[in-house]
């Protein structure tokens, strides 16, 4: 029975003594309304049963919070994207290790997966919008300290380290937000909200590359820096939580391990993530070292890649939510994403590389557009939605974590070789498939008709 069911019966024998014969009619609404609870400054209703959850799925407040996912997208997840830029500059130009600089990008977007446990559940408890602001300052400051780097460890603590705990800080509270105001139509506004992340990524490393010469690398860092304080700025002032806070309830929900659909798709986020940031990491480095590209074209490459993601994204996220379902079409990209990864071993030309580089594009932001719509249609309780979402982030924080690496591993082994770190990266993306296509099983069955 509901909360406001209860509060109904509560009024009518108050008033009437306990003698009233009136029968309710479950099916009706109450005509009174519901009771409300403030969230940091923010008034929302108590939410009905998971079941009757009803949000709005549109309006001027329900697309702002999209908007305010979207411009923190383009720092949480545009800014690690770019960091084939920085790694460029730290072995050319700094003469770091190779074999150390990509453990700073690990840490980094390890860190951003890694926090969302705490953001989520932070979220779920009612402290979104301080919890975005938290993490957006970190963000900021951390980018403001590694213009200020001269060594490997300098680099490590302030962009891997800094950086990447504020980027776990501010991304699950406006994603779980967008998540509460849209239900039919919530993969397509998560899709949208994804493609800051494009956005980011072709601003951040176009403003980092081609500020250098002029200004110098310290100079262009305090840019990207600035941009992305006021991108934050933005997105903090929009973000307005709409359900009311679950102040009880523990940091990581066990029983959702219990469920098979759950425990399926949670492996295969952690073999996605796995072999994700591999070609991110190393399109431009590949582009330079065996296809013959200058520096500043093999930066163009990964633009094109990030860029790409643009267009894919939202209509990944339409097509999820009018044909085929947010499970069904990740599934279907992360087919797509393995055949790119071995066909790329075929790449031997410019035009070649431009064109795996727009198909990888395509696919992985198709795939990332996807992604948290499809976790997202699993959990069916609103209040859960950031506990959730950060447990799978966080598992997958040590995927991210060690991928970039294991490919500059495999490269190494072979004398320079990228044969042996595509095949292992196609290899992972066709397990993560499997595992996601058991969660879609483990939900309906061998009913392939079903859109989900």
């Known amino acids: 029975m509901t909360l406001e069911h209860d ?93 150390q600089v990509p453990w700073i990008g690990s ?13 989520g559940r932070l979220t779920d408890a009612g402290w979104a919008k301080e919890t975005a602001l938290v993490g957006s300052f970190f963000a900021v400051f951390g980018t403001f300290m590694t213009s200020l780097g001269r060594t490997w460890w300098h680099f490590f603590l302030a962009q891997g380290i800094c950086t990447g705990i504020g980027l776990g800080l501010a991304f699950m509270p406006c994603a779980t937000v967008v998540s509460t105001y849209f239900k039919r139509h919530r993969a397509f506004a998560l899709a949208l909200a994804a493609t800051g992340s494009s956005w980011g990524s072709l601003m951040f490393p176009s403003i980092v590359q081609y500020l250098i010469p002029p200004i110098g690398f310290a100079w262009a860092v305090r840019c990207a820096a600035f941009v992305a304080l006021t991108i934050c700025a933005v997105a903090n002032l929009l973000l307005k939580p709409r359900i009311a806070p679950r102040k009880s309830g523990p940091m990581i929900e066990w029983e959702a391990f219990r469920e098979p659909a759950y425990m399926f798709f949670a492996l295969g986020g952690v073999l996605y993530l796995y072999m994700l940031y591999f070609a991110y990491f190393y399109v431009n480095s590949f582009a330079r070292d065996i296809i013959g590209f200058s520096q500043t074209d093999s930066v ?69 557009g996807c992604y948290v719509g499809a976790l997202a249609s699993l959990t069916k309780d609103p209040q859960k939605m950031g506990t959730r979402f950060g447990m799978v982030s966080t598992m997958t924080a040590f995927a991210v974590l060690a991928g970039p690496p294991t490919g500059g591993a495999l490269i190494e082994r072979m004398d320079g070789s990228y044969v042996g770190a595509q095949v292992w990266g196609g290899s992972v993306a066709v397990a993560a498939a499997v595992s996601v296509l058991g969660s879609r099983l483990a939900t309906t069955g061998f009913k392939f008709k079903v859109k989900i």
């Open 300 to 368: 163009t490459v990964l633009l094109i890649l990030n860029g790409i993601g643009i267009a894919a994204r939202p209509l990944a996220g339409y097509l999820a939510d009018r044909f085929f379902g947010p499970i069904h079409m990740f599934l279907g990209m992360l087919c797509a994403i393995g055949i790119a990864l071995f066909a790329w071993i075929a790449v031997t030309t410019r035009t070649e590389m431009y064109v795996f580089g727009a198909f990888y594009g395509f696919v992985t932001g198709a795939g990332q």
């Open 7 to 99: 509060l109904h019966r509560g009024d009518l024998e108050k008033g009437h003594g306990g003698n009233d014969t009136t029968q309710e009619n479950p099916t009706q609404p109450p005509n009174y309304p519901l009771p409300e609870r403030t969230i940091s400054g923010a008034t929302a209703p108590v939410p009905p049963d998971a079941d009757d959850w009803d949000p709005p799925d549109g309006g001027l407040l329900a697309w702002s919070q999209v908007i305010a996912a979207l411009f923190m997208n383009m720092v949480v997840w545009g800014y690690p994207a770019s960091f084939g830029v920085f790694q460029l500059y730290y072995v050319e130009t700094l003469g770091l290790p190779q074999t």
């Open 107 to 119: 840490v980094q977007v390890f860190l951003a997966f890694a926090m969302c446990t705490v953001s």
